[in-house]
């Protein structure tokens, strides 16, 4: 008698659920059925266009990563050699939550200088992070814990991804004129104008080197004026520098923009990675660091960075932070990085080069003197999403719809090529 009233009771509880489908259960297919699919990564999604594309002509020049003038992926010699070393390694353990010490100290060394005070009197909170993206995504939550009623103020254009970082983050963004149609060159007026109307102490993204998408970096002395303006409002400047090295071969003078603000006495933070500049894409190798006013406040800053990384990814990998302390710790084989990324920022500079001398050799009524005076990675070529439609159509030549061309793609086999492609759907511009 209670076994059937019991199973009746079961009976009646299930058929007066509020959840829908049989005996009151979800079906599985419910609980997903209000998903749309996302939108394609507008770079990402270049390459899988191009993959897809049978022509034996095709060209990438969408995706940012190096290739070598046979359009090759390289592993430079000094990561082989820092693999070679630590094969066989005995520790696999966990990192801590802030990542390898040595890597950071190396790393810190590269942005805020060999010789810096702020490093010896550790006033740095730095922490190992998920490359560049990792490290913005890391201070976009610091941010938004720490400085709840904060904006972020984007330059218009940039990297795709940091509006979904700072978005995805919860913090309000705010954009900025950076780049001049026009001119193909800085809009320093409308930038500085834009910083003095910025309320007094907003959060600003900048690009500390080979700005990404344009190629278009200020000059020395506009760096120091937008960092006098900065002071002037108290602004807090947060650099993205994802080309250290990789821009002009240098990582001094490509951090430069970097130490005017330091010199100027502002507090900064910085996100490094060492994708480009190493080679090391998919090792996920970076950096973030804060600029505090004493040890006291870095101790704590950098606790508060570590407990935000605890629920995203615990602590982050390994074996990239080994390849790069190993070679920013031999004082060799940072010589032969230094040789090697170079070779690669000057094969793109040369890549410039070629490509704007072959335009004009062909006659173009346009000038492409942009071409040669932005620098990194990136050529923003001034053509429009139509014409770039015609190039992937006709010619079958990959790259984003806003003209940014990767130079890394571009190679002495192809340059001809792709200049008589550009020449063929720009002449009647």
Request: with cysteine; net charge neutral; charged share 20%.
């Amino acid at each position: 008698m209670a076994m059937a009233m019991a199973i009746r009771n079961a009976a009646s509880r299930r058929t007066m659920s509020p959840i829908s489908g049989e005996f009151g259960l979800r079906s599985m297919s419910s609980w997903w059925k209000s998903v749309e699919p996302a939108p394609k990564d507008p770079i990402l999604g270049v390459t899988e266009a191009f993959l897809a594309d049978p022509s034996p002509e095709k060209v990438n020049v969408g995706v940012g990563a190096y290739r070598d003038d046979n359009g090759k992926p390289v592993v430079l010699e000094c990561v082989r050699e820092a693999e070679r070393r630590i094969a066989g390694t005995s520790f696999m353990e966990y990192l801590p939550m802030g990542g390898s010490a040595k890597m950071v100290e190396e790393t810190l060394k590269l942005a805020y200088g060999d010789d810096s005070e702020f490093i010896k009197d550790k006033k740095i909170a730095a922490v190992q992070a998920l490359s560049g993206t990792g490290a913005c995504r890391l201070f976009a939550d610091f941010q938004k814990r720490f400085c709840p009623g904060s904006q972020i103020y984007i330059p218009v254009p940039t990297w795709s991804n940091h509006h979904n970082i700072w978005r995805d983050a919860q913090v309000p963004q705010k954009t900025y004129h950076y780049y001049h149609p026009e001119t193909k060159g800085l809009n320093f007026s409308g930038l500085m104008d834009d910083v003095k109307n910025a309320p007094e102490g907003s959060f600003f993204l900048l690009h500390a080197c080979a700005h990404n998408p344009t190629g278009v970096d200020p000059t020395e002395e506009q760096w120091r004026e937008i960092s006098q303006l900065f002071k002037a409002k108290n602004h807090f400047p947060f650099f993205d520098m994802a080309y250290q090295g990789f821009a002009s071969g240098d990582p001094a003078r490509d951090a430069k923009s970097i130490r005017i603000f330091l010199e100027d006495g502002h507090h900064i933070g910085i996100s490094q990675s060492y994708a480009k500049n190493m080679g090391l894409y998919g090792q996920r190798v970076g950096c973030l660091s804060v600029l505090c006013e004493d040890e006291k406040q870095a101790v704590a800053v950098k606790s508060q960075l570590q407990q935000l990384a605890r629920p995203m990814y615990s602590n982050p990998p390994l074996h990239g932070a080994q390849i790069v302390s190993t070679i920013l710790g031999d004082p060799q084989l940072k010589s032969l990085w230094l040789k090697e990324v170079k070779i690669m920022a000057d094969r793109i500079i040369g890549m410039r080069t070629t490509l704007r001398e072959s335009l004009e050799k062909l006659g173009s009524p346009l000038s492409w003197e942009h071409v040669t005076k932005q620098i990194g990675m990136f050529c923003y070529s001034g053509l429009t999403p139509e014409q770039v439609d015609r190039l992937t159509s006709q010619y079958h030549i990959y790259m984003t719809r806003n003209g940014r061309i990767s130079m890394a793609g571009v190679t002495t086999g192809n340059v001809g090529y792709l200049a008589n492609a550009i020449h063929e759907v720009s002449k009647s511009s």
